[in-house]
DNA sequence: TAAAAATACTCCATAGGTATTTTAT
DNA sequence: ATAAAATACCTATGGAGTATTTTTA
């Protein structure tokens, strides 16, 4: 048995005329009638009544109609997936993201994909660190990365989707709110409150570059784990922290951001995917963050 | 596309290899790797990464694959269906029954259905008047009647199914009790309960007649539409009834049933279907009734 | 270099066309 | 008498076979 069975019988069964479903399938009308009786062969059931003044469905025919119908809907939706998830419109993504963007940029993102890759299943690993994306990536437990360099890594590849200022968070009243801007030399009797260090945080490494570049070495007072640890734990006066510029969309009170004079100003917020399996999903989002 | 596209690339999807696929196809290897190629052609969608050293499934084609053996199980399944139905082994079936057989072969041939053909629905409407059901009949509203006779109908074909012995349903305590079977002529100062008559019920026809030849005419105190009201009237005092004897099926406390002295002694319990419109599935049901 | 997929070509089975017959109203 | 399905027969597309080449691990 082909499709080719199930096509004419219904457009038999639809027509109830083998005349008019022969055109309508743009052949003859005796070889429809020869595959109608094939097809009847095959199952060894009668699907029509007919004398040649009336065509008619048997019961058993109106219950293979339907099923008819479904099948060939069913192999049209089978090459539709498949081309949605060969052009990455259907499937499913998981993107890790940095602390700093987690909750700025990230559900942007995620609204971005719902809307214009409706077929997409959207997972998120938030508050990841650098290192942790890399390997999440390689294992195959995110698909995309969202993270800050410096980042090394040959099986990856790397785009910077935008560049975000630095700031420093301090407590609403601290002396430094005053000035416009924060020179990170007034930093050098401040006490910092940052992500947990030794490599696993960039932020971490950041600070401590910036302020070995101006002479001194930050009293770290307080490593936390989530970015909105470390925000609280300056609101309620423990210390200050150097974050990036979209840290600020956490909106927890008691917390003045500002714009810290050092150099280099800006963090890069880089996009990342394995370079080998390049899959079109990844690319599709892609496309998508560099939209917003 | 035909059928014969997505059997092949099942084939090589699940063997991830050309050369044993069409082995198991009964094919040759090229004829199967042009197949491939047209179904991926007409799909616009790489299915699998081949090399001459390893095949595996793109993402899209191991959607393609579980959707392409959803479809192959589904034409199957058509196929035995239709032939199902076809033999009346699936599909609806809905059956008329008199009163006095509602209680005792009516459940007992709707359980052997579920057991015997188990893809078929089945519909019960009990209680039915002859005349009734063969109204049924005619609308589509039944399509297998259980009634008694006498039934005159040209457009009916009529099968005798068993004989019920007619019985007298006495209050307990009733003097005729005492004796082992009741002679019509016994009844003659009898206050009699009875189905609503004028043709619409059959036992009521058979009391007239019996008491006739007897040569009185019967006092009916109360016309009933129920069997089950029938004999609960009957159990309360108010009368005695000639009824079948799987009546007594019914099993209502306070009735006692004596075999009648008459003649006749039995009537027939008949299955009744439409004579054109001869669907497999009575034909089916027929045999199942035959069996108890 | 060896295993396996792809290519090149050939052949024939059968889908589809044309002409005609049968059938039911 | 006529519309429409079935039958008979013919044609040619394309599915499948054989032989060979290409590719990659």
Redesign the pocket.
């Known amino acids: 048995m082909e499709l080719?069975h199930l096509r004419y019988f219904r457009a038999v069964a639809e027509e109830l005329?083998?005349?008019r479903a022969a055109e309508r399938l743009?052949?003859?009308?005796?070889?429809l009638?020869?595959?109608?009786?094939?097809l009847e062969d095959e199952l060894g059931v009668r699907l029509l009544n007919?004398?040649?003044?009336?065509?008619e469905l048997t019961p058993a025919g109106i219950d293979y109609l339907q099923r008819t119908i479904a099948i060939l809907d069913a192999v049209d939706a089978a090459g539709r997936h498949a081309q949605q998830i060969a052009e990455g419109r259907r499937g499913q993504l998981t993107i890790g993201c940095v602390g700093s963007a987690t909750y700025s940029l990230l559900p942007r993102l995620v609204r971005a994909l719902r809307e214009q890759l409706p077929g997409v299943d959207v997972g998120v690993r938030g508050e990841m660190s650098a290192p942790a994306q890399l390997t999440a990536l390689r294992v195959g437990e995110i698909d995309l990365a969202l993270l800050r360099p410096p980042v090394e890594a040959a099986d990856v590849e790397f785009e910077t989707i935008r560049s975000d200022r630095l700031m420093i968070a301090l407590p609403d009243g601290h002396p430094l709110s005053s000035s416009e801007t924060v020179d990170v030399d007034e930093l050098r009797d401040a006490d910092f409150i940052t992500h947990v260090g030794h490599g696993r945080s960039v932020m971490n490494g950041v600070l401590v570059s910036l302020c070995t570049a101006a002479g001194f070495v930050p009293r770290i007072r307080h490593e936390v784990e989530e970015t909105s640890t470390l925000v609280t734990l300056v609101a309620a006066g423990l210390g200050v922290a150097i974050v990036p510029e979209p840290t600020s969309a956490l909106g927890v009170a008691g917390v003045t951001y500002r714009p810290l004079d050092a150099e280099p100003a800006e963090i890069d917020l880089l996009a990342a995917r394995l370079r080998d399996r390049h899959s079109p999903i990844t690319t599709q989002a892609l496309d998508v963050l560099r939209q917003i």
């Open positions: 080719r005329h083998f005349g743009h052949i003859a009308q005796p070889p009638s020869q595959q109608i009786r094939q007919r004398s040649t003044r009336r065509v």
